[in-house]
């Protein structure tokens, strides 16, 4: 298979930064080649699932068939202080870096407990509390920091065993001719997702966050969900945009855009096909994240005192 995306993350740099659509496909091709490592779920009975941000969105959708407690970094004393019965913890970081290191560190000194790390950081700082056969590395590419595109949906994607080609194909064949050319009239996305993938909603809308911070609206919930006081308030300049199921009742003329999933579609097509849209909304307005990256990882980098790159290498 072709992987022009992929090939152009290995050269671009903080002056040309590529949108979430080109990571996404990017994502797409290197996965299609690289094998990823199986997690096995009878491990543990009831693990607590330690992530941040899209890394405890990813826990919660790889383990929604076990009897897990899920934590960030903020809720991790309250659910460890208050839960019974957890006898093994999952620690989700891309980098294996900054909470993780924290927390594998309260996990194995303090609380005993076996721990598994997944991560895409064969050299992941919190390897030092753990054994070399509890860390599973997934494969990733070069991409923005925050993007975290083809190291979530790695591991997503070893969960639903969903084949990374045929997304990829769909997106090209199908999405693709579906993306309207005036995104950028709009300064408000309402994006609308079958109520089997709720759990991704915060990652959808963590996107919008990262992508445009307060200058593009992006809100993110289920039909059923939008039923209940969500359009109160309506604006001429808010795009509705269903994946999978089309409807006609929420949003006006012109202000409806339906995407189609492919039939059994799983966690990893409805995470690759809400990011290529939301890339090609961030083409259509201006370059808020590429605009502010730089002074951001300045700033974090003081925050967690490391040195944080705007590129993942």
């Given amino acids: 298979m072709d992987h022009p995306n992929r090939d152009a993350l290995k050269t671009f740099n903080e002056h040309s930064l590529p949108d979430l659509d ?3 496909l990017g994502a797409l091709e290197l996965l299609a080649e690289e094998d990823v490592p199986s997690f096995d779920y009878s491990l543990f009975k009831r693990p607590v699932v330690v992530g941040s941000g899209n890394a405890e969105i990813t826990g919660r959708i790889l383990f ?14 309250t659910v460890m202080s208050s839960v019974r019965g957890i006898d093994g913890a999952v620690l989700i970081s ?15 000194q303090t609380r005993k407990l076996p721990i598994r790390l997944l991560t895409n950081n064969p050299n992941a700082p919190a390897k030092e509390h753990l054994a070399p056969e509890d860390i599973l590395v997934f494969p ?4 923005p920091y925050t993007y975290n595109t083809s190291t979530y949906m790695g591991m997503i994607l070893s969960y639903t065993k969903e084949n990374t080609v045929a997304i990829r194909n769909f997106i090209l064949s199908d999405t693709a001719s579906r993306i309207r050319s005036d995104f950028a009239d709009f300064d408000a996305f309402y994006l609308i997702v079958p109520s089997s993938y709720n759990t991704m909603r915060e990652m ?25 006081a969500k359009t109160v308030i309506a604006s001429e300049k808010e795009l509705f945009i269903s994946f999978g199921e089309e409807q006609d009742v929420f949003g006006g003329e012109g202000r409806r855009l339906h995407i189609p999933l492919p ?9 690759a096909i809400g990011y290529y849209v939301i890339g090609h909304i961030q083409k259509q307005h201006p370059p808020y994240f590429k605009k502010n990256i730089v002074r951001y990882m300045e700033e974090t980098s003081r ?11």
Avoid: C, W
């Fill in 64 to 77: 929604e068939k076990q009897d897990a407690v899920f934590a960030d970094e903020s809720s991790y004393e």
């Fill in 140 to 143: 990733k590419n070069r991409e």
């Fill in 204 to 228: 959808f809308q963590t996107k919008f966050d990262e992508l445009f911070g307060p200058y593009v609206s992006g809100r993110v919930f289920t039909l059923e969900q939008t039923k209940h």
């Fill in 263 to 271: 039939h059994h579609a799983g966690y990893g097509a409805m995470m």
């Fill in 94 to 108: 891309s980098s294996g870096s900054k909470h993780a290191v924290v927390l594998a560190r309260d996990l194995h």
């Fill in 22 to 24: 080109v990571v996404t």
């Fill in 303 to 313: 925050v967690f005192g490391n040195t944080l790159k705007p590129i993942v290498e």
